[in-house]
């Protein structure tokens, strides 16, 4: 991903990781998501919905664990569906 798209995409990711799970503390880029006890089933739900919203597009359930693997893998998930 570029470094300009990133730098975009990253106050709004953070945004949303913040207001729909309890991840404040764990929003830096190599953080690891999925298996963050902060991240249950029900914030999972509510972020994925948000991060639809927010960057119009669909996240595909089969791809949850490894997109939500750490920050960046969410950034470039985000950025190749926004591209695609």
């Known amino acids: 991903?570029?470094?300009?798209?990133r730098?975009?995409?990253l106050p709004a990711l953070r945004s949303i990781?913040?207001?729909?799970s309890e991840l404040a503390g764990v929003v830096?880029?190599?953080a690891a998501l999925f298996d963050s006890p902060s991240l249950d089933s029900l914030a999972l739900v509510n972020l994925v919905v948000a991060l639809e919203?927010?960057?119009?597009?669909?996240?595909?359930?089969e791809d949850?664990?490894?997109?939500f693997a750490?920050?960046?893998s969410l950034v470039d998930y985000l950025d190749g569906k926004r591209a695609g």
């Open 17 to 20: 990781l913040v207001q729909e």
């Open 64 to 67: 949850l664990e490894q997109v």
């Open 7 to 9: 730098i975009r995409c």
């Open 1 to 5: 991903m570029h470094d300009d798209t």
């Open 28 to 30: 830096e880029r190599g």
């Open 70 to 72: 750490t920050l960046d």
């Open 53 to 61: 919203n927010e960057f119009a597009i669909q996240i595909d359930a």
